[in-house]
């Protein structure tokens, strides 16, 4: 029987845990598993070395470290901390899988297969590699999740390589592994990857970054403490517990931002500065609303707010956004969201949660693999970032019902939206805000629409392939006789 504190402190360090005892995140069957996949780790690495001269075994511990921050469930965990055991071992995938189960088996299989992608498309297009890793990753978010802690520590630790494997591996994690995070909504890992990538690829740009970035938490310091003192009091005064933040964007964004020729002043980037409050999760998310309500009354706002939380991105990512003119000589971007939001925007849709639920996302990802052998992968990447990324727009239909879809969508990306194919089939075109158009028509936010179903079959123009948003809708086109 292994205790809760032991397993705490044996087998990562204080802290990590951050649950109490009357609300565990895991199960008395579950922390055995994971402490069984720890000692076996353990075992399998006893006498091997990183580059540093440390026990090897302090990686896989990390990477495991790593995934319940993030949230991950047992078996990810698991498969964390046996991730490199079939590889780098003479542990057999079979011995892994009588031992722990299939699906941890798969798991640990499918991040060997993705650092086996990486080393086969080194001669190829990085595009080629993040689609194979989307296709194989569609199975299964956690394998995505395990690779990306894995990688996050591998670059943590990458002073101990050579300068020619820094520079490698950096430029890998900056083509790959950071858009792959940005996919699935990982903004903090993200984040992290890039600013260590730049560290290895251009270091004393990333020093000069670094600087800059420094100078601006130093000059607003004060000011952005006056802003959070008198959120925190004016929200705890209406009996609103809440949690603020200040954050500047990286600094990868900073130096990308203030090497532009179009933007050479740091005080004209969107979104340097933004603050995060945050609210517990046992209020109603549409407090969010309420609490957006105080910043218009604190200071001057620009008229738009951004509701991601009523419509969200399909990469799971919730929050209220407004920009608000303080003392500060720039806007300051507000975010308000609740604390799972707030977990959600740092390491993207929890994978049990991804693998139960119906998210846009999910759906996004299992209509890509269908196209995967028919789009090519600059095509196909392109296209999946703008469906999982790119602003949604909202429109109406004639009887007042709101729907969103990704933004510059044609009425036949509508159609085939939210009609089954043997009715978008016969759709010849539709009435947008009461005028009759054709379907390859781009569609604008607030558009009311009306399709114009028919009869016949609707004979496709090819020209309409390069007009079409989703890729689903082009493989359509394809099938009823239009031509690439």
Same mark, same amino acid.
């Not at 978010?141 to 894995?150: E, H, P, Q, V």
């Not at 945050?278 to 620009?302: A, Q």
């Given at each position: 029987m292994i205790a809760w504190v032991q397993l705490k402190s044996i087998c990562f360090e204080s802290g990590v845990y951050k649950m109490n005892r009357k609300k565990?995140?895991?199960t008395k069957e579950e922390r055995q598993k994971i402490y069984k996949a720890y000692m076996k780790a353990k075992e399998l690495h006893q006498g091997q070395k990183r580059k540093s001269g440390e026990e090897y075994f302090i990686h896989p511990k990390a990477v495991g470290k790593l995934l319940i921050e993030m949230g991950e469930d047992a078996d990810t965990i698991c498969a964390g901390l046996l991730h490199d055991t079939v590889e780098d071992t003479s542990y057999t995938l079979d011995e892994l899988t009588k031992e722990f189960g299939q699906k941890i088996a798969f798991l640990v299989d499918g991040v060997t297969k993705i650092r086996q992608f990486s080393k086969s498309n080194k001669q190829k297009n990085d595009l080629e590699t993040i689609k194979k890793i989307i296709v194989y990753c569609a199975k299964d978010?956690?394998?995505?999740?395990?690779? #990306?802690?894995?990688r996050i520590h591998n670059m943590r630790t990458l002073e101990f390589q050579k300068i020619e494997s820094q520079r490698r591996i950096a430029q890998e994690t900056l083509n790959i592994y950071?858009?792959?995070?940005?996919?699935?909504?990982?903004?903090?890992?993200?984040? %992290?990857?890039?600013?260590?990538? #730049?560290?290895? #690829? %251009?270091?004393?740009?990333?020093?000069?970054?670094?600087?800059?970035?420094?100078?601006?938490?130093?000059?607003?310091?004060?000011?952005?403490?006056?802003?959070?003192?008198?959120?925190?009091?004016?929200?705890?005064?209406?009996?609103?517990?809440?949690?603020?933040?200040?954050?500047?964007?990286n600094t990868y964004s900073l130096y990308l931002h203030t090497n532009k020729e179009q933007?050479?002043?740091?005080?004209?980037?969107?979104?340097?500065?933004?603050?995060?409050?945050?609210?517990?999760?046992?209020?109603?998310?549409?407090?969010?609303?309420?609490?957006?309500?105080?910043?218009?009354?604190?200071?001057?706002?620009? @008229? @738009?707010?951004?509701?991601?939380?009523?419509? @969200?991105?399909?990469?799971?990512?919730?929050?209220i956004h407004i920009e608000a003119f303080t003392r500060i000589p720039f806007p300051i971007l507000f975010k308000i969201r609740t604390e799972k939001m707030d977990k959600i925007a740092k390491y993207g849709i929890p994978s049990q949660t991804f693998n139960q639920e119906k998210w846009d996302m999910k759906n996004i990802l299992e209509n890509f693999v269908s196209l995967s052998k028919e789009e090519e992968a600059s095509k196909f990447v392109n296209s999946l970032e703008e469906s999982l990324l790119n602003k949604k727009i909202t429109i109406y239909t004639a009887d007042g019902t709101l729907q969103t879809i990704p933004r510059n969508s044609t009425l036949l990306d509508y159609v085939y939206a939210f009609y089954p194919p043997k009715i978008a089939d016969y759709v010849k075109g539709g009435y947008v805000n009461g005028i009759n158009v054709a379907p390859q028509t781009v569609l604008q936010d607030g558009d009311t629409i009306e399709i114009i179903p028919s009869q016949e079959l609707r004979v496709t123009d090819e020209a309409w392939l390069s007009k079409v948003k989703t890729p689903i809708v082009r493989k359509r086109l394809k099938e009823l006789g239009a031509k690439s």
């Open positions: 565990r995140m895991y978010i956690r394998i995505l999740k395990i690779k #990306l802690a894995d950071a858009p792959l995070a940005k996919f699935i909504g990982a903004y903090h890992i993200k984040h %992290e990857l890039e600013d260590l990538s #730049l560290k290895y #690829l %251009e270091p004393q740009k990333y020093e000069d970054a670094l600087k800059a970035r420094a100078k601006i938490k130093n000059a607003y310091a004060n000011e952005l403490n006056k802003i959070k003192k008198v959120i925190v009091a004016k929200l705890l005064k209406a009996g609103i517990n809440n949690r603020v933040e200040i954050r500047f964007c933007n050479p002043f740091i005080e004209n980037l969107a979104d340097l500065i933004s603050v995060k409050i945050i609210i517990p999760d046992n209020y109603d998310p549409n407090l969010c609303f309420y609490v957006t309500s105080f910043i218009t009354e604190l200071w001057k706002t620009k @008229s @738009s707010i951004h509701n991601y939380i009523h419509n @969200s991105k399909p990469n799971g990512y919730e929050s």
